[in-house]
């Protein structure tokens, strides 16, 4: 982000681990969770901007 000049509450993540999400959020970036092999928790879910399916969700989600 600081090589971008981007603030962190000016990003969004797109994430599919926990432990992603988990940075992301102790980061203060918020995120769209994209499980892949393992489902978010309750807690990363429930900080997510967005749990999507697949990445075709997260671009209908972005352009609404």
């Not at 982000?1 to 962190?8: D, E, Q, S, T, V």
């Not at 993540?13 to 489902?39: F, K, T």
């Amino acid at each position: 982000l600081f090589n971008a000049n981007i603030k962190a509450e000016e990003a969004i993540v797109l994430e599919d681990s926990v432990n992603g999400c988990m940075a992301a959020y102790n980061a203060g970036i918020r995120y769209i969770a994209v499980p892949d092999l393992a489902q978010p928790t309750e807690e990363t879910a429930g900080n997510a901007l967005f749990v999507a399916k697949d990445l075709f969700e997260v671009a209908e989600y972005l352009y609404r």
